[in-house]
């Protein structure tokens, strides 16, 4: 436990000194994303990619809501019936795996 303890005051000390935290040597510099000015940490890295991730789903789930309001009740029902068939076939490769 007093390991574990001392290689993340470690990390803190690396990354407090601008220096990579994996014992690399290397100069941590400020990166630009679309969101925010990242350190290169791993937690900010984490970070920037979940917030990529969420805006990816909500695009997703937009475009699906237009296309459904685009749709006529029969073109509807036609929809969820392949998607359900999609759906089952995902799951029978994914079982023969």
């Not at 303890?5 to 935290?21: A, F, L, Q, R």
Request: charged share 40%.
């Amino acid at each position: 436990m007093t390991k574990v303890k001392k290689d993340n005051e470690k990390v803190k000390t690396d990354i407090e000194s601008g220096k990579c935290p994996c014992g690399c040597g290397q100069d941590l510099e400020p990166r630009e994303t679309p969101y925010w000015i990242i350190d290169g940490t791993d937690d900010s890295k984490q970070e920037v990619f979940g917030e990529g991730c969420r805006e990816d789903e909500n695009r997703i789930a937009n475009a699906q809501r237009a296309l459904h309001a685009r749709m006529t009740e029969n073109q509807r029902d036609d929809a969820l019936k392949w998607a359900a068939y999609y759906r089952a076939l995902l799951r029978e490769d994914q079982d023969s795996c």
